[in-house]
């Protein structure tokens, strides 16, 4: 019989959607108004996910999906294959503080290869 892996860091399926769960949560402007959205999801159950505590199902993926507009799909990384990399390799970073900064110079310099200028 197969073992099943329960640790959330080693399932990449799980770092992807909580990657897409962040970018959601800033698009709508924070975890309240996207929970908002989706009607029946408390913004409680959204920041567990968030501490990765819980995991985002097929189902909550598709709900997000649908409540934002996004095409189906999207919550498993509609992200071009250099950014998922990149962005699994920023999300690995234990330290907080330096995970933050990592993903601030990365988005800045994102913004400054294509001409504009960092929101």
């Known amino acids: 019989m ?3 892996d329960t640790n959330v860091a080693e399932r990449p399926i799980r770092r992807i959607r909580r990657l897409m769960l ?3 949560i800033e698009e709508f402007g924070g975890v309240k108004p996207l929970a908002d959205l989706l009607g029946k999801t408390p913004d409680n ?4 996910i968030r501490k990765g505590r819980r995991n985002i199902g097929d189902d909550l993926a598709t709900a997000l999906e649908a409540a934002t507009g996004k095409p189906h799909g999207w919550m498993d990384g509609a992200l071009s294959d250099q950014a998922l990399e990149i962005a699994l390799k920023l999300d690995s970073i234990a330290d907080p503080a330096e995970r933050e900064v ?3 110079l990365a988005y800045t310099a994102a913004f400054r290869r294509h001409g504009q200028a960092p929101r």
């Open 45 to 48: 159950h959204l920041t567990t």
């Open 2 to 4: 197969e073992e099943i």
């Open 22 to 24: 962040e970018r959601l």
């Open 102 to 104: 990592a993903m601030a």
